[in-house]
């Protein structure tokens, strides 16, 4: 049994994805506002990337942007990349747990408030011959 487990624990980390990411939890902030955002730098290299966020109106823009810096970072201080050649391979923005709220209504009824929060991804790969 314990061989087993440890045979797939040594596949899983043979398999790990080992491109820079940076990741932000619990964002309050819808999935959808932060994926529309998300698609203007998809597949762009990272400093055009970051020169976008920086000039976008969009709310959603602002938490990208530090995710983003995050990752470029941990590709310079724990991958050793360099930043020029970095290309933002994915990002993405998953469901979060609901808030869950009340409003309350005539005639004592109740209205259920989901406020929705997100996780924000972005993963960054290095282009070959910059």
């Not at 049994?1 to 820079?20: G, S």
């Not at 990411?21 to 055009?48: H, N, T």
């Amino acid at each position: 049994m314990a061989t087993r487990i440890r045979q797939k624990a040594e596949k899983r980390a043979q398999n790990k994805d080992k491109r820079p990411y940076a990741k932000a939890k619990y964002i309050k902030m819808s999935p959808s506002k932060v994926a529309i955002v998300l698609d203007k730098i998809r597949g762009q290299k990272a400093e055009m990337a970051v020169a976008i966020l920086e000039n976008m109106p969009d709310s959603a823009a602002f938490e990208c942007l530090k995710v983003l810096k995050s990752a470029i970072a941990n590709a310079e201080n724990n991958k050793g990349l360099n930043a020029d050649n970095l290309v933002v391979a994915e990002c993405y923005a998953g469901n979060g747990p609901l808030l869950k709220r009340i409003a309350y209504r005539a005639r004592g009824r109740a209205d259920r408030i989901l406020k929705k929060t997100s996780h924000i991804t972005i993963v960054l790969d290095e282009v070959v011959g910059g």
